[in-house]
DNA sequence: TGACTTTGGATAGTAGACCTCTCCAAACTG
DNA sequence: CAGTTTGGAGAGGTCTACTATCCAAAGTCA
């Protein structure tokens, strides 16, 4: 197909797609004369996964160039996929700067406490370190007892992660990689939907419990 | 405090501390004559909260903004506590188009069947939907089924997440907001360090079976 | 008192990300 | 063989989040 009809066909615009094929987010077409290229399924798909990792998974397009360079390369040791791909993460990540301070010992601490066994200089130790730190300046109350119990709920997330990974090497890279990404915003809006539904159950209870009309029912969020 | 004891205890540069006044993420000092401002606690929370949101959550200042309208705002019913919340949030998510598409169907007729009570105009559904259409163009094989094994994990989190709002109301709005906000990325990490524990559990495992040796420095990344 | 520094406020400028426009000559179309 | 379309390349545009400069009043110190 022609560069038109890939546009068309993903709802992205030529100049855009030619961008991409400048920036090398998207491989050329065979070229068949100067001034004509054949496009394939191939790059259908690759325009997709590019603008689903944009638009889904917040990602810069220049994060996105470094996971497609590892998750199309083919030669990946099987025993370090997981390496190779959570290294991935990490850099896809806005890891800013290194804090090194009490926060990242606290979770150091805590995770140790918790029974994970997590190497230590993990990246996402620092991620989680300053996102916990937040919401301590926000005064959450996210205290450890709270993070094991929202730790023992994503183990069983990740469990689930871990489960579905395909054996072949080279599509586990990508598996992980993508699902950890893609994934990552169907847990978020899953969260909100079941904010919803939980705080709803409560709020049937209460009505059921205290009888309250319409007016002035207090029940709403509160535990 | 000055504006400039403000930027050494926030960390902010005193131009960007003008810039967060001037786009009214950062209320005005008491002003003490024409070139002189008093700044006090609440101006340090307000910064810090404003520059976790940024960091952390990776919002917009747009966002911001409108976030902090709704939970410093003082007159909120205390029947809608959740809804203002959750609009907040649906406009905090980067809501791009509708799609209203077979997506959203089917996201609705999974909600059903896994016995979720959600308003069916929720729009976290068509995040829900974009999200999981994406997981599809990646063929990451993200079925009903296992959605309904995530759904499980994440109704626990959300449970934490509403057993621990306060009572008043107007705090409950902000402890909503925020920590559904600065929670997500708490809860990134963790999954990326579950899966890490989860996986070197199964390595383990193997390893203890096969008996692998390694060495063979890892081909790739480093830098 | 008077030189000098600091302050808050306003305006303009900058850097990076992500496109979008314009031009071009070759190649295809009727 | 006139007219349109194509791929390629570079410049230009828009948005976000700052950053730098300027200013006059206010504070500081000799």
């Given at each position: 197909m022609r560069l038109a009809e890939l546009s068309t066909e993903t709802g992205v615009s030529v100049a855009t797609l030619k961008y991409y094929l400048r920036e090398g987010l998207l491989h050329a077409g065979r070229a068949m004369s100067r001034t004509q290229a054949e496009y394939d399924e191939t790059h259908v798909d690759r325009v997709r996964l590019v603008r689903a990792l944009s638009e889904?998974?917040?990602?810069s397009l220049a994060t996105i160039e470094q996971v497609l360079e590892v998750i199309t390369?083919?030669?990946?040791d099987r025993l370090h996929v997981l390496e190779v791909a959570q290294r991935t993460l990490a850099r896809a990540s806005?890891?800013?700067?290194?804090?090194?301070g009490a926060s990242v010992r606290r979770v150091r601490a805590w995770i140790e406490q918790h029974g994970w066994e997590i190497?230590?200089?993990?990246p996402f130790i620092d991620d989680l370190a300053r996102a916990w730190e937040a919401c301590d300046h926000a005064a959450l109350g996210l205290d450890e007892e709270r993070m094991d119990r929202y730790a023992d709920h994503v183990e069983g997330i990740a469990e689930v992660d871990v489960s579905t990974v395909p054996a072949d090497p080279e599509a586990a890279v990508r598996h992980v990689v993508l699902g950890t990404l893609l994934v990552d915003p169907v847990l978020v809006a899953l969260r909100r939907l079941a904010q919803q539904h939980v705080s709803r159950g409560l709020q049937g209870a209460a009505a059921r419990g205290t009888g309250t009309a319409t007016d002035d029912a207090d029940g709403m969020v509160s535990s």
């Open positions: 889904v998974g917040g990602l390369e083919p030669g990946t806005r890891t800013v700067g290194s804090d090194e190497d230590p200089q993990d």
